[in-house]
């Protein structure tokens, strides 16, 4: 095989891994619940350094942690076999209350406000899912992505008859 059919690979530095999870909103997070590793989908919203998405009340993920907790996030972009993108995050995991207390209540509407960008009824009677009602987000602490791009097809020269 000629090396220019062959597909390549590089790591992605942070500012195309912080495009990535922008433009994207559903991902898979990893944590611990017990002595096992849990991967779950989710859907998010990226804002600076932070991911923000929510999960349902006594799901194993919100029961990870009401403060901090250690996870990892993927989201990928598969266009072919050897044409893709992938980042992976690990963070703090943060649940955000709304307590009364006036830190804690401008984070939940923070969060709250942005998630309302990907699904615009978000906490309100209309919520597609209103079961979902624990807001948390994940600090973007390290940041690693990879890319796959494929190799140049040889043109084959076509003999004139």
Known sequence: MNDSARPSFRSLDRDECMAILGRNSVGRIAYTSGNRVQIEPLSYVQHGAWLYGRTS??????????????VAFEVDEVEAVFQ????????????????????????????????????????????????RT????????????????????????????
Do not use: C
């Open 57 to 70: 009340n006594g799901s194993k993920l919100a029961a990870t942690s009401t403060h901090w907790a250690p």
């Open 84 to 131: 893709w993108r992938s980042v992976v995050v690990h963070g703090g995991f943060y649940t955000l209350v709304d307590d009364g207390r006036a830190d804690h209540d401008a984070e939940w509407w923070q969060g709250v406000q942005l998630l309302r960008g990907l699904i615009p009824d978000t906490f309100s009677g209309d919520d597609p899912v209103g079961f």
């Open 134 to 161: 624990v807001l948390f987000r994940m600090a973007v602490q390290d940041v690693t992505g990879r890319e796959a791009v494929p190799g140049r097809v040889p043109v084959l020269a076509v003999a004139a008859a």
